[in-house]
């Protein structure tokens, strides 16, 4: 009885820094978008966790999907400014998730050279006539085997 409440013990505290991880990666994000002129306006981090062949707790991928708030016009003369716009928001988007990326282990490092960011990809748009649009776009981060 004793081991399986020591195993709990170990994944609740897992899970606990992962809630902590995951809520520092959103402020870390947010301040960064925001430096580079950005507003997002909701940031999703999902971590996939798994045991590694030792018996410890490791992520296993994060999902992370930002909603931006864009004013430029999406339909008329004005969609090569939209297509501009976009190539620049992908950018800078996979920049500032590339500066701090999570470790396997839980911590945060600057850089990704220990982890795979894939390319961005628009997770979903709301179009909202003369008004302010919404854009979500999302990546994933992988780590080497």
Same mark, same amino acid.
């Given at each position: 009885? +004793?081991?399986?409440?020591? %195993?709990?013990?170990?994944?609740?505290?897992? #899970?606990?820094?992962?809630? +902590? #991880?995951?809520?520092?990666?959103? @402020?870390? @994000? %947010?301040?960064?978008?925001?430096?580079?002129?950005?507003?997002?306006?909701?940031? /999703?981090?999902?971590?996939?966790?798994? %045991?590694? *062949?030792?018996?410890?707790?490791? &992520?296993? +991928?994060?999902?992370?999907?930002?909603?931006?708030?864009?004013?430029?016009?999406?339909?008329?003369?004005?969609? !090569?400014?939209?297509?501009?716009?976009?190539?620049?928001? $992908?950018?800078?988007?996979? =920049?500032?998730?590339?500066?701090? *990326?999570?470790?396997?282990?839980?911590? &945060?490092? =600057?850089?990704?050279?220990? $982890? !795979?960011?894939?390319?961005?990809?628009? @997770?979903?748009?709301? !179009?909202?006539?003369? /008004?302010?649009?919404? #854009?979500?776009?999302?990546?994933?981060? *992988? @780590? +080497?085997?």
């Amino acid at each position: 009885m +004793r081991v399986n409440e020591n %195993k709990l013990e170990i994944l609740t505290d897992f #899970l606990s820094k992962l809630e +902590r #991880l995951t809520d520092k990666l959103k @402020y870390l @994000y %947010k301040m960064e978008f925001e430096q580079k002129g950005f507003i997002s306006s909701d940031i /999703d981090i999902e971590l996939e966790k798994m %045991k590694n *062949t030792d018996g410890v707790w490791i &992520i296993e +991928r994060v999902n992370i999907q930002v909603d931006f708030e864009y004013e430029g016009a999406l339909d008329g003369d004005d969609v !090569y400014t939209f297509t501009r716009d976009l190539k620049i928001m $992908c950018n800078e988007f996979i =920049s500032v998730i590339k500066q701090y *990326t999570p470790t396997q282990e839980g911590k &945060i490092v =600057s850089g990704d050279s220990h $982890c !795979y960011v894939s390319d961005p990809f628009i @997770y979903k748009m709301n !179009y909202v006539y003369e /008004d302010t649009h919404t #854009l979500s776009l999302a990546t994933i981060i *992988t @780590y +080497r085997d």
